[in-house]
């Protein structure tokens, strides 16, 4: 029985050796061809490196390119997710004073502005494109044509988007808007791209609509846009200011009957004269009253006397007029 085994054993230990030499000799060919791993922290890997110490792997070059992010343009400069579709913001539209120099052009400041002559003799209240007086201060819409209107108690931006033809969103857009309800009043908003309709301008004034000056002295102020003196704001200013010393008497323009007599915000103390046919004169920041309510006056009678009640820097008097509620150029109705 024992003989038999040995002979087994004898006929297959070389198939056993061969098959172990095959084994020994396809893992030491995988060592060769594979990259060289860092033993230094796996002490097995590090035992078997020692064990088999095959040589410095065979490097391997290639050909493939290297992907890099692709460079910025110093000069570039950041854009906006508008800009990247190639359309330019632009900025708001503001409103400006421009004081006109020699040689000036209505058309040369409206290209400098970025607006029209058009706008720029509505704002002003110009009868005429041609004709801008050296050192005249204009109001001006930068960036767009259109027209200035400052809000009155009861407006609504939706009754001022029919008034002027203009959606309620490019008038809140123009005027940076918050909120579209919180209107102020006297808040000036610009009215971009409004129809230019004509303003209410004084008519030619006929024999029976000419007034007397209420007083002598020098206009401080015109009729028209002006910077507020007191709070900077550009606004329309809607009589002329005739300056004069303090307590000087101030004088009916014409006959007529007072319908007020009192303080009234900005004008301070104020007299009110209606002379009929809807013409009506307004008397200023007077210092103190001559007249009463209901009181018939003629031409030339003494109504008040000059001060600086309400919104003023200085003596004068605010001198106005108006036709069917319309406020007039006053000086279309002096001699």
């Known amino acids: 029985m024992h003989l038999k085994g040995i ?4 006929r297959i230990a070389p198939t056993v050796l061969y098959c172990l030499g095959c084994l020994l000799l396809g893992i030491c060919v995988g060592l060769a061809r594979t990259p060289a791993v860092s033993t230094a922290k796996d002490p097995i890997l590090a035992s078997s490196a020692g064990f088999f110490d095959l040589g410095e792997p065979e490097a391997f070059e290639t050909n493939a390119p290297v992907p890099r992010e692709p460079e910025k ?15 330019a913001v632009k900025p708001s539209p503001k409103l400006v004073t421009y004081v006109v120099q020699q040689g000036d052009t209505l058309s040369a400041i409206a290209r400098k502005f970025d607006t029209t002559p058009d706008s720029i003799a509505y704002i002003n209240n110009l009868s005429s494109l041609d004709r801008i007086v050296t050192g005249t201060e204009l109001s001006i819409i930068q960036g767009a044509s259109g027209v200035v209107k400052r809000v009155e108690p009861g407006d609504t931006l939706w009754d001022i988007s ?5 959606s309620v969103n490019d008038i809140v857009e123009a005027n940076d808007i918050l909120d579209p309800n919180d209107l102020r009043e006297g808040q000036l908003l610009i009215i971009p791209n409004a129809k230019l309709t004509p303003m209410p301008q004084a008519k030619t004034a006929s024999r029976s609509d000419t007034l007397s000056w209420p007083l002598s002295g020098i206009i401080s102020s015109p009729f028209g846009w002006r910077s507020h003196p007191i709070s900077g704001d550009s606004r329309y200013h809607e009589g002329i200011d005739i300056a004069a010393t303090s307590g000087t008497p101030v004088r009916a323009a014409a006959a007529g009957t007072v319908t007020h007599a009192s303080w009234l915000g900005g004008y301070g103390r104020l007299v009110i004269i209606s002379h009929g046919n809807g013409l009506e004169t307004r008397y200023g920041h007077l210092s103190s009253y001559a007249v009463n309510v ?7 009678d003494v109504v008040g006397y000059v001060g600086q009640s309400g919104d003023a820097t ?22």
């Open 294 to 300: 209901g009181q018939k006056v003629k031409a030339g």
């Open 7 to 10: 002979k087994i054993i004898g």
């Open 162 to 166: 029919i008034c002027y033809g203009v």
């Open 73 to 87: 343009d110093p000069g570039s400069v950041e854009t906006s997710s508008n800009e990247s579709t190639g359309r």
């Open 314 to 335: 200085g003596p004068h008097c605010h001198f106005e007029v108006r036709k069917d509620g319309q406020v007039q150029n006053p000086r279309s109705y002096l001699p």
